[in-house]
């Protein structure tokens, strides 16, 4: 099965920027040569990784990154969106790890050498656990560590980098990990998520006022993810509590950055569920950026609730990816379409896009041609949203190895190379040749 678009689609142009994505805790492993973090904690308690694993190992990136790097040129991409380990780079004491900062230098000049544009993303969720002992993103004072660690980074690499994102998903680190607690540091609380929402829009804020200082001439930003929310029929409660359910997940990390305020709905929430913001939050909070990463997957459908203002529908009858999610490309043109309408937005960058899909190696190969229908009905699926006037730049391909796939262990392959835990052995996917011949195809 083939990847194709239209002859005339901006996206068959080499101009467009494709690439593959992946983050540091998920695939380095090298624990030894870093600080603990969140999710060392978080997989060391009971029952919060489904498989009880680890990231002590991973992908062993951290010892095959050089292999990895050959494996991504193969794949004829043109750029490579990976997440810096905040611990590998900082000691606790705030001064420089300088054996993990040359392992990303050597990692950048070598995908530099391959003529391939390295996305940095400086926060992809794995923060130091000695910062959570202090409060972690439910201190303010978190941060201003995050801006320090953002300068260290920016100076150390120098004119290596292409792109710097902030932030990975704010969203999943304050609603997940501090609100519902299924992600690490594993807290819950209604009364926590906003709070720590706050602190990471102000650290993205603060890391975009040291970039445009010290790194003016990369592309800088700051990457969401979002899950549209549809209402369950035309009944008004129902639409209702969709568009809360909208504000809540979605626009309460987006409309702060473009628009320095959250959504009306503040005003509905208990107090104690307010965010602690003091005077000049929101001016830093929106900094202006470069461009909006956006990361999709799935969509969500809500139904008014009589206990609580809305409730998610579980959809009969749906094609699901193996991680339960409906596959719902309209979505995405969808969600594109209305954040342009909505927003005065930057240059966007699909920086996540992909599935998780019930892979098995046979006789050497991985047939996956569910993930490649995929990939096709979502790749027409932001070439729509371009037709539509939204200003699109590129598209990153999640994964490009399977790995720990947070709580969910590594039961649940999104790579478009398979990996073999025992031999660490990387096998390219059916959807990974497809990407390939797909990028191959292009026009000047």
């Known amino acids: 099965m083939k990847l194709t678009l239209p002859n005339n689609s901006k996206m068959n142009s080499k101009d467009f920027i494709y690439g593959v994505a992946t983050a540091s805790f998920q695939i380095e492993g090298g624990i030894d040569q870093r600080l603990p973090c969140i999710w060392d904690t ?44 905040w611990g590998r780079v900082v000691n606790e004491d705030g001064s420089i790890n300088e054996q993990g900062i040359g392992f990303y230098i050597r990692l950048l000049d070598r995908l530099i050498t391959k003529g391939i544009k390295p996305f940095v993303t400086l926060y992809h969720w794995d923060l130091p656990q000695h910062l959570e002992d202090k409060g972690g993103w439910l201190n303010r004072e978190t941060a201003y560590e995050f801006q320090k660690y953002t300068e260290i980074v920016i100076q150390a690499f120098g004119n290596r980098v292409h792109s710097y994102a902030t932030l990975n998903e704010p969203f999943c680190s304050a609603y997940l990990g501090y609100e519902v607690g299924i992600h690490a540091p594993g807290i819950k609380g209604k009364e926590f998520g906003k709070k720590a929402a706050h602190h990471l829009l102000l650290a993205h804020g603060l890391g975009m006022k040291s970039l445009k200082r010290l790194s003016p001439n990369t592309l800088n930003g700051i990457v969401l993810n979002f899950t549209p929310c549809y209402p369950a029929s035309e009944n008004s409660d129902d639409i209702k509590a969709a568009e809360f359910a909208d504000d809540y997940f979605n626009q309460w990390y987006i409309k702060p ?26 001016d830093i909070i929106s900094e202006s950026i470069d461009f909006l990463g956006i990361n999709y997957y799935t969509r969500a459908v809500y139904q008014a609730d009589e206990h609580e203002v809305f409730s998610q529908v579980s959809l009969k009858d749906v094609s699901l990816t193996d991680m339960g999610w409906e596959i719902y490309p309209q979505g995405f043109s969808d969600l594109l379409i209305s954040l342009n309408e909505k927003y005065t937005l930057p240059p966007i960058y699909i920086t996540e896009n992909g599935a998780a899909m019930p892979d098995n190696i046979i006789d050497g ?40 796939e947070w709580a969910e262990g590594y039961l649940k392959r999104f790579g478009i190379v398979y990996v073999d835990y025992q031999s660490q052995q990387r096998t390219i996917k059916s959807s990974g040749y497809a990407y390939r011949d797909l990028l191959n195809q292009r026009t000047d």
């Open 42 to 85: 978080f997989c060391s308690l009971e029952n919060s990784i489904v498989d009880a694993s680890n990231g002590d190992v991973a992908c062993d990136h951290y010892n095959k990154w050089s292999q990895d790097i050959d494996l991504i040129d193969s794949l004829a991409v043109d750029a490579y969106r990976l997440s810096i380990s």
């Open 365 to 404: 190969k991985v047939e996956d041609e569910h993930r490649v229908a995929y990939y096709q009905s979502h790749l027409n699926a932001v070439n729509t949203a371009i037709e539509s006037g939204v200003d699109i730049r590129g598209y990153f391909a999640w994964s490009l190895l399977d790995n720990l």
């Open 257 to 282: 950055i473009f628009d320095a305020e959250y959504p009306e709905i503040l005003t509905q929430l208990p107090s104690s569920q307010h965010p602690e913001i003091i005077e000049g939050d929101l």
